[in-house]
T-cell receptor, first 113, second 113 residues
Framework: DTAVSQTPKYLVTQMGNDKSIKCEQN?????MYWYKQDSKKFLKIMFS???????INETVPNRFSPKSPDKAHLNLHINSLELGDSAVYFC????????????FGPGTRLTVT | GQNIDQPTEMTATEGAIVQINCTYQTSGFNGLFWYQQHAGEAPTFLSY????GLEEKGRFSSFLSRSKGYSYLLLKELQMKDSASYLC??????????????FGSGTRLQVQP
């Protein structure tokens, strides 16, 4: 009965490769997000999707491309990986009502060598 | 822009009370959140304040003063499992459709026996 799930949990790859991270939520939420947490544990928004529509695209290199096939899924594809992309990537989803508190997935630790 | 400040580290004793402060400067205000993050895990939602005052939830309470741009998280009857990072976050004020959170750098709390 996992609420927000991500795959893979760990991803080790070489510079220049292309990789994808998948996210799924079964909470019935209409908004999903990608956050990046760097080595200093600073958590920063990358993208936000509301009902499959891109709402937020912060200053993120265009090597990063989110894709939302439906409300329950938000995937992140990264082209031409660089060393600086190494981080933990969290997917999250939020409620439609109330405080819009966000529920986070377990994270994907990406290591680029 | 938005700026959020919180202490980097705090230490407290099991059974005691600890207060973690957060100050913020934002161009608007649309709600403040506290999240707990254990090492290697996802952030989990603790509390939400949008109006001034104290919100109590079991051993955890959160306070907000919008005029002062100030919030605190109060943890009572500390337990060893409360050792974690505590993240203060504000919701993007630009419009209600933008529900992303801007996080502070987090306060790492160490509970000692």
């Amino acid at each position: 009965d996992t609420a927000v799930s991500q795959t893979p949990k760990y991803l080790v790859t070489q510079m220049g490769n292309d990789k994808s991270i998948k996210c799924e939520q079964n909470l019935g939420h209409d908004t999903m997000y990608w956050y990046k947490q760097d080595s200093k544990k600073f958590l920063k928004i990358m993208f936000s999707y509301n009902n499959k529509e891109l709402i937020i695209n912060e200053t993120v290199p265009n090597r990063f491309s989110p894709k939302s096939p439906d409300k329950a899924h938000l995937n992140l594809h990264i082209n031409s990986l660089e060393l600086g992309d190494s981080a933990v990537y969290f997917c999250a989803s939020s409620t439609r009502t109330g405080g819009y508190e966000q529920y986070f997935g377990p994270g994907t630790r990406l290591t680029v060598t | 822009g938005q700026n959020i400040d919180q202490p980097t580290e705090m230490t407290a004793t099991e059974g005691a009370i600890v207060q973690i402060n957060c100050t913020y400067q934002t161009s608007g205000f649309n709600g403040l959140f506290w999240y707990q993050q254990h090492a290697g895990e996802a952030p989990t939602f603790l509390s939400y304040n949008v109006l001034d005052g104290l919100e109590e939830k079991g051993r955890f309470s959160s306070f907000l003063s919008r005029s002062k741009g100030y919030s605190y998280l109060l943890l009572k009857e500390l337990q060893m499992k409360d050792s974690a990072s505590y993240l203060c976050a504000v919701r993007d004020p630009r419009d209600t459709g933008r529900r992303a959170l801007t996080f502070g750098s987090g306060t790492r709390l160490q509970v000692q026996p």
